[in-house]
DNA sequence: CTATGGCACGGATT
DNA sequence: AATCCGTGCCATAG
């Protein structure tokens, strides 16, 4: 079913091997820099122009027919369609500029969020540096972030890195304050910094964002006040503290429209690099799984430097082979990549196809290792497939590629439901049996560390608020 | 005496 | 080889 043009499926050479696995643990957005980078460097690789179904608008893949429209009426609808999609419109890669935000978008804060920032703190600056502000502005993604890092902007305009360090300072403390950041962490650093020069904060907030932030985001409390040593309900307060006060995304517009369940609940989510979604939204059709590529287009070999090769100078036709070499073999591991992706997907997204639809609950345990064995690759290619990648689910929520290995989400997510519904508060003791009716036998001792992974008190300090429910 | 969190151990997973 | 996770034991709080 998958129609693989290349021959080569099995890495020829350990450069190919090794630049596969590296290609293949790279984000779309990592991956996108990768490409520019390697397009920049050599001649003999080129862009070729994206092609879309003339059908329905859709980028199409790097080859074949539209993935979408040409799919068999016969096609098992209960088989996933996986596709490598590519999206250069996601990004917001190197070549950002201004118009990047759209007008008619939300509040006058966020009409354009460059110069909004650039008038808080041109008054400081001398014109030079005003530039150099205004330069690093344009390299914002959607949430305020930076987009390039310092010592690249200072390379680029000649001038120190403790210069354009001082600018960045200026600029994170405008409003929103954190823009600039470099990261989610960075951000909440500096909010609470600033924060900190009004109001008094809980004295471990800032060990915990920046030792505990995975921890933090992950709402695994009791684990955080572990790190910190002190007790559960103390790193709860403080994660509260810090999700009432703090936004890891400064300049983000709308956040949190998939917003989690109870307490403090944010997520770090960068932008997806897989998409789930359902054929025209129809309950009965497919999914389909879109890989994102983040190129506009495919990547090639130049066949016009393939033939001028012959005519080149002795002393460069070596160099001009070697760029040949590198480029057709970054196109393979490209492809290799891609394929890998995609036979990943279509086996996780058919095995979870009733977790992606209908929830956690749904989620059945699944581990790399197994899944290494169906696809017979070696496990490390699927854990390096699986780590630092983003899902977007068809609900909207975007969630780690993680998340599909997790492997007591549903009983979680069952035991939250239950004490959702208890009409009085139950013991650890308690809710075992309970799970135990549901199918799931755990400890006593998991089910306690299952509550504090959800962030939920113990009997004795659960009252009811049976209302409160959106 | 009961309920719960800390610590540590061993097996599974990465 | 390193890390994660479930579990048992024990101390402590109520």
Redesign the pocket.
């Known amino acids: 079913m998958l129609q693989t043009h290349y021959q080569v499926l099995r890495p020829l050479t350990t450069a190919h091997l090794a630049q596969t696995m590296t290609l293949l643990s790279l984000t779309a957005e990592e991956l996108r820099q990768q490409i520019d980078s390697e397009l920049a460097a050599n001649p003999a690789l080129e862009l070729i122009e994206e092609r879309r179904c003339p059908n329905c608008g859709r980028p199409l893949p790097p080859r074949g027919p539209c993935p979408i429209c040409s799919r068999p009426v016969s096609l098992d609808p209960d088989e996933p369609i996986v596709f490598i999609s590519p999206r250069e419109d996601f990004y917001t890669g190197s070549g950002m500029s201004q118009e990047d935000y759209p007008e008619d978008n939300t509040s006058p804060a966020t009409e354009d969020l460059p110069a909004f920032v650039l008038r808080q703190i041109a008054p400081e600056l001398e014109k030079p540096d005003r530039l150099l502000a205004a330069y690093i502005l344009t390299h914002l993604d959607e949430d305020g972030f930076l987009t390039t890092t310092l010592a690249e902007v200072a390379r680029y305009h000649h001038v120190p890195l403790s210069q354009v360090e001082a600018i960045l300072h200026l600029i994170q403390r405008a409003e929103p304050v954190g823009v600039g950041s470099a990261n989610p962490q960075e951000a909440l650093l500096v909010q609470l910094e600033v924060l900190s020069e009004t109001v008094t904060v809980p004295a471990l907030a800032e060990q915990a964002i920046r030792e505990g932030m995975d921890l933090l985001s992950r709402h695994?409390y009791?684990?955080l006040?572990?790190l910190l040593?002190?007790?559960?309900r103390q790193a709860q307060e403080i994660a509260r503290f810090i999700g009432d006060n703090l936004n890891p995304f400064p300049a983000r517009s709308h956040w949190g429209d998939a917003r989690a369940h109870s307490s403090p609940a944010f997520q770090v989510y960068n932008h997806p690099d897989i998409l789930i979604s359902r054929l025209n939204d129809r309950p009965e059709n497919p999914l389909v799984v879109e890989i994102i590529m983040p190129l506009a287009g495919t990547l090639r070999v130049n066949p016009l430097f393939r033939q001028a090769i012959h005519q080149a100078s002795n002393e460069k036709v070596d160099d001009w082979k070697s760029d040949l070499d590198r480029a057709s073999l970054f196109v393979k591991c490209l492809q290799q990549r891609n394929h890998t992706m995609q036979r990943l997907m279509q086996r996780i997204a058919s095995l979870q196809a009733q977790f992606i639809l209908y929830g956690e609950k749904q989620l059945i345990?699944?581990?790399?290792?197994?899944l290494?064995e169906e696809l017979e690759v070696h496990?490390?290619t699927?854990?390096r497939a699986?780590?630092n990648k983003a899902v977007q689910l068809p609900n909207g929520r975007i969630v780690p590629l993680?998340m599909f290995?997790?492997?007591?989400l549903n009983?979680r997510t069952f035991l939250r439901n239950i004490i959702d519904m208890e009409t009085r508060?139950?013991?650890?003791?308690?809710?075992v049996s309970m799970l135990a009716e549901k199918g799931f036998?755990?400890?006593?001792?998991?089910?306690?560390?299952?509550?504090?992974?959800e962030g939920i008190?113990?009997?004795?300090?659960?009252h009811h608020h049976a209302m409160a429910h959106a």
């Open positions: 695994q009791s684990d006040a572990h040593k002190i007790n559960l345990p699944l581990t790399r290792a197994q290494a496990e490390s699927i854990s699986v780590s993680s290995f997790d492997r007591s009983v508060p139950l013991s650890d003791m308690e809710l036998s755990v400890a006593r001792r998991t089910v306690a560390k299952y509550r504090a992974m008190l113990p009997a004795h300090l659960r």
